[in-house]
């Protein structure tokens, strides 16, 4: 009979520990052929995609948030984009660590013509005592779930708040963020995260300016900016561009403006009224609205301005190849667009192949008095004043001293 109870005691033992080898981790690795494609879903085509995270950044004054919410309201009406093309009708749910929804959020929401019961703003949670406590973005995330039903965007205002670590560590930004890629791929939802540039990061890669670990930037699919025009002279003073792209094309943008509409009495919202398309790089369209230019010592300046006019010399030369070719000696994408400009090579739509072209100025080019010059006589002329500029700028310094 012992033996009997022995057995069966092993037995159940066996059986406890085959449960528990049952519920070890193991390697999830299907191969391709049983994983099957899909196309990009977009929300708004080639800026949001369903299913992915993206970053909102740009420099104080921007207005990112009023951004934002303009994305909103399309989103809630089904209303048009910048492009003209029709949203697709859905819920938005915001997130917001930095702005009051009462005297903020809901009044730029409406200023921009959007439908208040389409928009959840997350106020808090229960604790296990049912007292509301504040959410944490960092934590808390495996609780949405029940208030995701017809959302098509959510706003994350900012990003860096779904860090519980060192957002300048790539490791933990990557680890905190894991978890909002996978509720956007999950539930089919396009995440705008909101972001600010760095101090004193003008002129670099517009991509490498998102405050924080680049894990930011890495990990989002999408990378928008924005920036205010300092040469802009009206109402659209204000640009939005794609300065990063894994799924679709990067570059390009909107100009856009920030008005004031009142909603109720004594109270007034911001929103956004975009304009025209704008084309060129994220870094060069920014270094221009931002005045940026590096300094650069008149020998480092006579070096690539030979570079550019050998480049052109005998012709049209392919704008990333001129580029590439400026950038093996040194100079930034920025000085070779300041000293492009400059001596007046431009940079046009080749046609013919479909990308850009760098050009000398046009066969001939008319003179104060209304004649024509030839182009290459035109040409060196402007090179040779620049540097007559340049010379003279030096000579006047020296005499200070």
């Known amino acids: ?89 859905g819920n938005v749910l915001v997130i917001s660590a930095e702005d ?18 389409r928009v959840r703003i997350i106020k808090g949670r229960t604790d296990e005592n049912g007292e509301v406590v504040l959410f944490d973005s960092a934590m808390d995330h495996d609780l949405l779930a029940p208030v995701l039903d017809g959302v098509r965007l959510i706003v994350l205002d900012p990003i860096v708040s779904a860090v519980a670590g060192d957002s300048h560590k790539a490791s933990e930004v990557r680890r905190a963020l894991a978890p909002w890629v996978a509720l956007a791929e999950a539930h089919d939802i396009a995440i705008l995260g909101i972001s600010h540039f760095g101090k004193g990061s003008a002129g670099r890669d517009v991509t490498e300016r998102v405050i924080g670990s680049q894990a930011f930037g890495a990990l989002a699919r999408v990378v928008l900016a924005t920036a205010k025009d300092s040469k802009a002279d009206g ?116 046609s013919m192949r479909g990308g850009w072209v760098w050009q000398q100025p046009s066969a001939h080019e008319e003179t104060e008095n209304g004649t024509k010059k030839p182009k290459k006589q035109a040409f060196l002329e402007r090179v040779s004043s620049a540097s007559s500029v340049s010379s003279a700028q030096s000579n006047a310094d020296a005499e200070t001293f």
């Open 1 to 89: 009979m012992n033996g009997v109870v022995h057995l069966q005691s092993v037995q159940r033992g066996q059986s406890a520990l085959d449960g528990i080898a049952k519920k070890q981790p193991r390697i999830v690795a299907p191969t391709f052929a049983e994983i099957e494609m899909k196309p990009i879903r977009w929300l708004w085509f080639e800026y949001l995609a369903c299913g992915k995270l993206h970053i909102l950044a740009g420099a104080p004054g921007t207005g990112k948030t009023s951004l934002a919410m303009t994305l909103a309201a399309i989103v809630t009406t089904g209303g048009r984009w910048p492009d003209g093309t029709r949203a697709q009708q």
């Open 235 to 350: 109402e659209l003073d204000r640009l939005l561009v794609r300065s990063k792209s894994n799924i679709g094309p990067d570059g390009g943008g909107y100009r856009y403006g920030l008005n004031l509409k009142e909603i109720a009495d004594g109270v007034t919202g911001q929103y956004v009224a975009f304009g025209d398309p704008i084309e060129g790089s994220a870094r060069d369209i920014l270094a221009s609205a931002e005045d940026y230019e590096p300094e650069v010592d008149d020998e480092a300046q006579g070096g690539l301005d030979d570079i550019l006019l050998d480049l052109v010399s005998n012709g049209p030369c392919p704008a990333l190849q001129g580029i590439n070719e400026a950038k093996k000696h040194g100079y930034s994408a920025t000085a070779i667009r300041t000293a492009r400009e400059r001596l007046g090579i431009k940079s046009v739509k080749d």
């Open 100 to 117: 009051d929804c009462s005297d903020t959020l809901k009044p730029r929401l409406l200023a921009a013509g959007g439908d208040p019961s």
